[in-house]
């Protein structure tokens, strides 16, 4: 007790000097610290000039680092996807760069950049296309000819096609996986209008209508001097590089009719309630609002500094109403989002505890009626256009920055001065400006509202905001898979090379007395370049219970299916199976070579005969597999898309060896898995066990 005692006078004594040493200091209050103004933007004096091909140049030069860099504006953009291939202009924007040229590939264009520091990228965005490069000073000449070949020569190389093609479908197929990304991807579809390109989704079947001469021609229509601005800036002599230029483009003289203009925003109100039922998060995400405007209106100033107001940061009204006062929201923020040439969306986002989903947005509405009824405070006004202004900081703290952004201006038609003209008025706006704005441009009646989460853990049912809900269907849809021709004759003679199967595995009558089956094997994955080992234990009982327990070098995951649903558990917790894990589990049950090898007892299933020892399953519900038969009758391969690892449409290749007799019956014992012509990972089997007697009570339960 005494020790205790005399460590407390210690601690004592420590913070009375501690005060002590405060008060003689005596630091002043951060509201009392002066910040010197902030200085006056300076646009630079670019030389511009058009080479004889048609191109637009900007050069402006800077001498403080010996770099340069550049980046081509090029009118196009996704908005020019056609209806049936839509996501064109991104795989022809990527593939550009990783294609390569007619004299190298994209690998060895790699290599050589990165020998000597620099580096070329290009991509496809909504309303335009871009190729840029940096370099140090003495590469100048070298990286300027990979940059002029890839702008006026790429290859579009096949293999690179198909690598971002399958890239875009794993990204279709993992699309509903984030809460977050499902609210801010259907809010801009709906009120932009889904089958416009401002809003439609690319799909599976979208990505298979894309073929190397869609690309060719998609590049040769927009790719051409006329329709390219070019900007460089660094370390060089403007004069030395106007002749670097006309003679290293001297030989780019193709034309092109002038590119039509992008299509028009159809500006209908799409009010009402869209919901989203996403049963594996805890919290519901929003985006509330409706169409925007451009940053030409003379009006965006005012809607800027309303919209900080209303939810532009910790002080904001909606902030300090709904996560300070009410507690209700993780986060939250208002934006009046605009874009050069078409209406941007005006929208109010964030996430909330699911208890208090209308809550939330009851808040939220009463806070944009409170912007269109009464003015706001003088503090408030000075603070956002404080903010405002303050940001121009960012956007202009590089020549660089100021350079690319005059480029942007120029390819969009706006002045010079913009930047000032802007400037000025956000300097200008007044508190009768932001209620006149809120009154005319903020509009309750017409707001659309996007939630994703789980209604039965809402208080309140959503029908409660007195609006008309719509759900929001999250399925994505499934490319068609070719049929196997249907005729009496290709069906007679697949039912005779399954009976050929069914001899070969051990006899139909062994086949059907398989109950449940378990196997033990270990896995040497190869994708993504590196490999990986892990052990696996897969278990299966009739009609369609499967389990799956992976062990990996890092962690274990277990996944459970009960013929309708089931569960993932991995280190990050255990959560209900996503559809495209659903869609994968199921195909693996259609493939179980039992269920497969016995498919003439399914009045489900369709058998035909492809080709001489190839057989074709598929069933009702879109599954499908090609099975081609060694001369004995046993499987040698499995061949199917659009249920590989991650439910992407991938085509797959399963290579069966190794069989061996387990009760009877002939097994498998290696399997070696082909996605997309790659080796993706080779199983070897350690042991099966047939009619064991697991049940799926005991498969069920979880780790």
């Known amino acids: 007790m005494k020790k205790l005692l005399i460590a407390l006078a210690l601690v004592a004594g420590v913070l009375s000097a501690q005060t002590e040493v405060r008060q003689a200091i005596a630091l002043p209050s951060y509201k009392d610290l002066k910040y010197a103004p902030l200085p006056p933007l300076k646009i630079p004096d670019p030389v511009t000039f058009t080479l004889p091909n048609g191109m637009r140049v900007y050069l402006l030069e800077d001498h403080e680092l010996p770099v340069i860099s550049g980046s081509a504006l090029i009118r196009t953009g996704n908005l020019f996807d056609p209806p049936d291939k839509k996501g064109l202009a991104q795989v022809t924007g990527d593939v550009l760069r990783s294609g390569g040229t007619k004299a190298k590939s994209g690998d060895e264009i790699d290599v050589d950049l990165e020998n000597v520091a620099a580096s070329v990228e290009s991509g496809i965005g909504e309303s335009s296309g871009s190729l840029s490069f940096s370099a140090l000073r003495e590469n100048t000449d070298q990286v300027l000819g990979v940059f002029h070949d890839f702008l006026t020569s790429p290859e579009f190389r096949q293999d690179k096609i198909d690598l971002e093609k399958t890239q875009l479908k794993s990204s279709i197929a993992r699309r509903n996986d984030d809460a977050s990304g499902i609210v801010g991807r259907e809010f801009g579809d709906i009120l932009y209008g889904r089958n416009t390109p401002y809003g439609w989704s690319i799909e599976y079947a979208d990505v298979d209508n894309i073929h190397r001469q869609d690309l060719i021609d998609f590049y040769k229509r927009y790719y051409f001097p006329a329709n390219t601005m070019l900007a460089i800036y660094g370390d060089f002599s403007a004069p030395e590089m106007r002749k670097k230029l006309e003679n290293i483009f001297a030989d780019w003289t193709v034309t092109q009719p002038p590119v039509p203009k992008f299509p028009d925003v159809q500006k209908v109100p799409v009010p009402g309630v869209f919901l989203a039922t996403k049963t594996d998060i805890t919290q519901t995400f929003f985006e509330v609002g409706h169409l925007g405007g451009q940053y030409s209106d003379k009006d965006y100033p005012s809607l800027e500094v309303a919209s900080e107001i209303l939810g532009g940061g910790f002080s904001s009204r909606l902030f300090q109403r709904i996560r300070t006062q009410l507690g209700y929201a993780y986060n ?34 009463e806070e944009v009626e409170k912007m269109r009824s009464t003015e706001v405070s003088d503090a408030e006004l000075q603070t956002a256009k404080d903010t405002v202004l303050n940001g121009f900081v960012f956007r202009f703290d590089r020549p660089s920055k100021t350079l690319f952004r005059l480029l942007t201006y120029d390819y969009y038609g706006y002045p010079k001065d913009f930047i000032f003209q802007y400037q000025k008025a956000i300097e200008k706006v007044t508190k009768a400006d932001v209620l006149r704005v809120a009154k005319e441009f903020l509009r309750p009646h017409d707001l659309t509202i996007v939630a994703v989460g789980n209604p039965k853990d809402f208080k309140t049912p959503i029908t409660e905001l007195g609006l008309t809900v719509k759900p929001i269907d999250l399925t994505i849809p499934q490319p068609a898979k070719p049929a196997a021709k249907l005729d009496p004759a290709s069906e007679q003679r697949g039912k005779e090379m399954l009976d050929k199967m069914q001899a070969a595995l051990g006899g139909a009558a062994k086949l059907e007395s398989v109950k449940d089956m378990q196997y033990h094997a270990e896995v040497a994955i190869q994708a993504g370049g590196a ?22 070098p890092f962690a274990k995951q277990s996944v459970f299916f009960g013929g309708d649903s089931g569960w993932m558990a991995t280190p990050q917790g255990t959560q209900n199976l996503p559809a495209p894990v659903v869609k994968q589990i199921q195909g693996e049950i259609f493939r179980i070579i039992f269920s497969l090898a016995l498919s003439d007892r399914d009045p489900n299933r369709t058998i035909t005969a492809v080709d001489g020892n190839v057989i074709a399953v598929s069933d009702k519900q879109g599954d499908s597999v090609h099975v081609q038969l060694d001369p004995s009758g046993l499987p040698a391969k499995m061949m199917y898309t659009g249920d590989a690892l991650g439910g992407a449409a991938t085509p797959v290749e399963e290579d069966l060896s190794d069989w061996r007799d387990v009760n009877g019956i002939k097994l498998p014992f290696s399997t070696t898995i082909i996605q997309n012509g790659k080796k993706f990972a080779e199983v070897k089997i350690q042991e099966y066990k047939i009619n064991s007697g697991i049940t799926t009570e005991e498969l069920s339960k979880k780790p």
């Open 531 to 552: 490999g990986m080992k892990a052990k696996q234990t897969n278990s299966f009982v009739k009609p369609a219970t499967i389990r799956q327990d992976i062990e990996l």
């Open 332 to 365: 939250i923020s208002a934006n009046w989002g605009a874009n050069f040439d078409h209406p941007g969306l005006f929208e109010i986002s964030g996430s909330t505890q699911s208890p208090h989903t209308v809550d939330t947005l009851r808040a939220i509405r």
